[in-house]
């Protein structure tokens, strides 16, 4: 579908959100300690909802998002600590290859305080 233009602010905003993971350097790290995979997610559910709250194509979407890019914002320290709480650890997915959706939702979204800010 062409000339959705909410569909158009969504992707710049993604767009912006790419941009602030390489302009801040929050791809992940290699190493046991460093910033990993949900480091990345959490800081581009963040670049992406402050994004989304500070364009002007769209004023309702920039009020919708706007509780949650200063949620994310005001509650940083705490999602990444709750991030970092479970690195280093053996983690049971289920299996190997047909892991267990439960278990791997509880290692992959182990941020309580994220999750209810997102959903």
């Known amino acids: 579908m062409t000339g959705n233009a909410r569909a158009l602010v969504l992707g710049e905003a993604v767009d912006e ?10 791809s992940p790290g290699r190493k046991v300690g460093q910033p990993d ?5 959490f800081y581009f559910a963040l670049y992406w ?12 979407m920039a009020a919708e998002f706007a509780p949650l890019a200063r ?3 005001e509650n940083e320290a705490k999602i990444l600590g709750e ?16 892991t ?3 278990k791997t ?9 994220l999750n209810a800010l997102i959903g």
Do not use: C, N
């Open 71 to 73: 949620a994310l914002e």
């Open 37 to 41: 995979t949900r480091d990345t997610h």
């Open 83 to 98: 991030l970092a709480a479970v690195q280093g650890k053996p983690a049971d997915l289920g299996g190997y290859y047909h």
């Open 17 to 26: 959100a790419t941009k602030g993971i390489l302009d801040h350097d929050r």
């Open 100 to 102: 267990d959706p439960v």
């Open 49 to 60: 909802a402050q994004a989304l709250a500070k364009q002007t194509k769209d004023a309702a």
């Open 105 to 113: 939702a509880k290692v992959m979204r182990p941020s309580a305080t």
